[in-house]
């Protein structure tokens, strides 16, 4: 069992590039979401996803975009990234659960640096 | 809105050393309440979780209690390993008790010396 897959594992960007993370789980799970971590600020959500066809933004959502077609991928894009995108992004997924029995999975995560 | 303070690092503690890191929340809604681990190049993974007032969530020797009084959830483990070096992060759901919606603390990075 895969889990949470995150390609690709590292990347560079110059300023003004455009580019997709991709995250797939192969868990089934209806609930997916991308978060930023950057050094002093802990993780950070992006966006999220409860099911295929239904995204929301998180708490720092600007300069990304986000669709979910199928139940199993998730993918994060920079239109046109900038240096303050640089961070490592992590994807996780959960299983629908009533009073958050169900953790959180977490992929390795991208290493993304914008010269 | 929601947040989660927990207690700034680094913490370097020797072997079987006894390991507490503080972690406090808002008091906001319902939460569940997380610590996750991360080791080097890795992701995060969850090592414990506790869903209500006074439930113990444990692993792997690590124990951590909800107190709705003092809105705390702190990380203890009686005696640590080299192994456990890794960074620790305090986490509580949205006030609905989403689990799709985590608010992290700022991480702890913890070194174990032999």
């Known amino acids: 069992n895969a889990g949470v897959t995150q390609t690709p594992k590292f990347q560079v960007l110059k300023t003004g590039q455009s580019m997709t993370l991709q995250c797939a789980q192969d868990m089934n799970h209806e609930y997916m979401s991308w978060y930023r971590q950057d050094p002093g600020m802990g993780l950070r959500l992006i966006h999220y996803?409860?099911?295929?066809?239904?995204?929301d933004q998180g708490e720092v959502p600007n300069g990304y975009n986000v669709s979910r077609s199928t139940t199993e991928d998730f993918p994060l894009r920079l239109l046109s990234a900038a240096p303050s995108q640089t961070s490592v992004y992590f994807c996780?997924?959960?299983?629908?659960?009533?009073?958050?029995?169900?953790?959180?999975?977490f992929g390795d995560g991208t290493r993304l640096s914008i010269l | 809105g929601d947040s989660v303070t927990q207690m700034e690092g680094p913490v370097t503690l020797s072997e079987e050393a006894f390991l507490t890191i503080n972690c406090t929340y808002t008091a906001t809604g319902y939460p569940s309440l997380f610590w996750y681990v991360q080791y080097p190049g890795e992701g995060l993974q969850l090592l414990l979780k506790a869903t209500k007032a006074d439930d113990k969530g444990s692993n792997k020797g690590f124990e951590a209690t909800y107190r709705k009084e003092t809105t705390s959830f702190h990380l203890e483990k009686g005696s640590v390993q080299v192994s456990d070096s890794a960074v620790y992060f305090c986490?509580?759901?949205?006030?609905?008790?989403?689990?799709?919606?985590?608010?992290f603390g700022k991480g702890t990075l913890l070194t174990v010396n032999p």
């Open positions: 986490a509580r759901s949205n006030s609905g008790g989403s689990n799709y919606k985590l608010t």
């Open positions: 996803s409860v099911g295929a066809g239904i995204t």
């Open positions: 996780a997924s959960s299983r629908e659960g009533s009073r958050s029995n169900q953790p959180q999975h």
